[in-house]
Nanobody
Framework: QVQFVESGGGLVQPGGSLRLSCEPS??????????MAWYRQAPGKQRELVAE???????NVAASVKGRFTVSRDNTERTTTLQMSNLKPEDTAVYYC???????WGPGTQVTVSS
């Protein structure tokens, strides 16, 4: 099983922006063939899909973040990025990236939106 490590979270005021990044922990993983996705889990709630980017580069984002979040990937750098803007308090959660169907999760990165 593969694992990914997330970074870039933090505390931001409503309306602010953050850029999350993740990369595989396994140096030999052939990244371009993997579809990637960002998920989040707020306290007391189930983990939910936020955005995904296929190996082809096609993207999809959840309705709740459409127009505010953008997902992208760099196959050369082996990174998946979630650019978040106009953040709202309800975006507060631990954010994870993973390839869909993989059961091994990284540590996640905490995003807190608060004034």
């Amino acid at each position: 099983q593969v694992q990914f490590v997330e970074s870039g979270g933090g505390l931001v005021q409503p309306g602010g922006s953050l850029r999350l990044s993740c990369e595989p922990s396994e140096i030999r993983l052939y990244f371009p063939i993997y579809s990637m996705a960002w998920y989040r889990q707020a306290p007391g709630k189930q983990r939910e899909l936020v955005a995904e980017v296929a190996s082809s580069g096609n993207t999809n984002v959840a309705a709740s973040v459409k127009g505010r979040f953008t997902v992208s990937r760099d196959n050369t750098e082996r990174t998946t990025t979630l650019q978040m803007s106009n953040l709202k308090p309800e975006d507060t959660a631990v954010y994870y990236c993973n390839t869909p169907g993989n059961d091994k999760w990284g540590p996640g990165t905490q995003v807190t939106v608060s004034s």
